[in-house]
């Protein structure tokens, strides 16, 4: 661009409200640049030393460059074409006499609304991902507290549960031998929960097979853990959600108890454990192959067991039926895998 054509351009820019800086060469208009404060660069296709074309890659490589209007003098529509693939946001084709200035003006206001644009993008998206890096920062420390609160809780639970263990086992009267396992067992079923929560890879399930062949282990391991040698489970896994787990892990725990005190009255025999999924419904069976119920329970007996299944049942909301066929006891329940949810409070119109 000439020195007259130049200034040209400059007082037309400037009577239209735009602040004008005038840049004889490409390095000169790069140093210039490198200063900040440029919004929009009008860039001639001909310039001394570095051309249009070699200038526009060169501010290109510039982060957060402003946009490029690049102006020829050649009718050569593949001038534009490189132009644009290079980076240029506009072309326009200029004149020796200035015809052009509504043009470059429009060129350059059009300019400006798209770099006004792509910033509030980018500054929308940059804050998306800061929002997102915050999250997962957040939910990373949740998931930690949450596991160390699971460690702390299942230890803490495990411990009264030993404790629970070593007095049954120093007791020398039978009623109070079998209250304290009864209390271990429950202890034992909430704490296994936490166990596995603080091990798992979710928080927010529980693997049942798993926690309930760790359940049975610990009854085992209980002051009547000798009359559980034939204790079994066959469990399909199962994921469910934690609280509901501590539900069915109670109600293991009580009908297993219930079955070694009273299926068996000469000693032990088999005691099964069966849980089967038929998509989200859930069937829970604990059978014996003892005397059945026709028997005269222990008089000793408060039926706190019973009123804990019944509880514990409630909150899975199951349906709770003896199997009448079976020989000896059979206690099954059925349930939805997730509980149904509340339904919405009824309104009325007036």
Partial sequence: ?????????????????????????????????????????????????????????????IPNAPPVVFVTASQDSKIAVTALKAGAVDYLVKDTQGDFLPLLHV??????????????RDDAEAEVHASRDRYA?????????????????????QIIASLLHLQANSSNQDD????????????????????RLYTSHDLNSVLLNQYLEALLEDLRRSAEGNRMSRLTLKAEPIEIDPDRAVAIGIIVNELVMN??????PDGAGPIHVVLNAHGDDLELAISDDGVGLN????????GMGQRIVNA??????????????HSGTRIVLQFR??????????????
């Fill in 176 to 195: 109070v031998k079998a209250a304290l396992t009864n209390a271990m067992g429950r202890v034992a079923a909430v704490a296994q929960v936490h166990r």
């Fill in 259 to 264: 079955a070694v005190k009273y299926a068996y």
């Fill in 1 to 61: 661009m000439t020195p007259a054509l130049a200034r040209l351009v400059e007082r037309g820019l400037k009577r239209l409200g735009l602040h004008v800086e005038h840049a004889s060469s490409g390095e000169i208009g790069l140093a210039r640049l490198d200063q900040g404060g440029i919004d929009v660069v009008a860039l001639d296709q001909y310039m001394p030393g570095l051309d249009g074309l070699e200038t526009l890659e060169r501010i290109q490589a």
């Fill in 107 to 120: 060129a350059v206001e059009s300019a400006l609304k798209q770099a006004l644009i792509r910033k509030a």
């Fill in 295 to 302: 028997v005269k329970l222990d008089p000793r007996s408060t």
């Fill in 337 to 350: 895998r997730t509980s149904t949810p509340a339904a919405p409070p009824a309104t009325t119109a007036s």
């Fill in 137 to 157: 920062a957040l939910a990373a420390e949740r998931e930690m507290l949450l596991r160390e609160v699971n460690h702390r809780v299942g230890n803490s639970l």
């Fill in 312 to 325: 514990m049942a409630s909150k899975l909301e199951a349906a709770v039926e003896r199997d009448a066929s």
